[in-house]
Structures are given as structure tokens and as C-alpha cells.
């Protein structure tokens, strides 16, 4: 099963909060995210991953809000993805089913 990544744009997305949901195997990101290029304006929005396993943060000591470079996809078998975030501090990878973005 691949995730599809194009309909989210990673890149300049800074994460504010990171919150794993045990019971429902979801990790969601809470993060600032540019909705208007042309403007430069940003919202608050959450990226929410599905069925998540083996969450790992791999970043140098960092002042601020890590921000996003780029997705780049690692791994896939027939149940999950492998993605690895590229961030200004280093990277975070995880494997998941699918991924959203919600307000």
C-alpha cells in the first residue's frame, strides 16, 4: 500500500506538537501550515497519520519549532508506508497507512 503525499504540501510546514494516540494507533502533528503561498499566509492545521508504527525522532538540540523540508518515502509493503520527514533539526520516520490534513 503506498500513502499518497501529493495532495499535502510538506515543505515549510512547521511542527508545533506531536501527539500519539495509543488506542487508535494515530500520531498527529499539530502544525503551522502554509495555505496561501502568493499571501505567505499561514494556519494552524493537524496532519494525522493512520495506523502508525515505529514513530522515531532522529533531530539535533534545536531552538524553535523544527520545520519540514520534504516527505520522502523510504519503505511500503501491503499494509503500511515508510516515510522519513526531512526537518531543519534532522529527520522523524514512521510507518503508517494513509495520512490527512485537518483543520
Known amino acids: 500500500m503506498s500513502v499518497d503525499l ?4 510538506f515543505h515549510d ?5 506531536v501527539i500519539e494516540d495509543t488506542e487508535n ?7 503551522i501550515y502554509p495555505v496561501d503561498w502568493d499571501n505567505n499566509e499561514f494556519e494552524k492545521r493537524k496532519l ?3 495506523n502508525v ?7 539535533i538540540d534545536f531552538r ?3 520545520t519540514i523540508l520534504g ?12 516515510i522519513r520527514l526531512e526537518t531543519t533539526a534532522g ?3 514512521l510507518s503508517c497507512s494513509a495520512i490527512r490534513l485537518e483543520i
Not at 71 to 82: C, G, H, K, Y
Open 6 to 9: 501529493s495532495s499535502i504540501h
Open 13 to 17: 510546514t512547521k511542527i508545533l506538537k
Open 25 to 31: 494507533d494515530l500520531l498527529t502533528m499539530e502544525v
Open 48 to 50: 494525522i497519520f493512520e
Open 53 to 59: 508504527l515505529n514513530y522515531q525522532v532522529n533531530e
Open 64 to 66: 524553535g519549532s523544527p
Open 71 to 82: 516527505p520522502e518515502i523510504l519503505a511500503q509493503d501491503e499494509r503500511r508506508t515508510r
Open 91 to 93: 529527520h522523524r520516520d
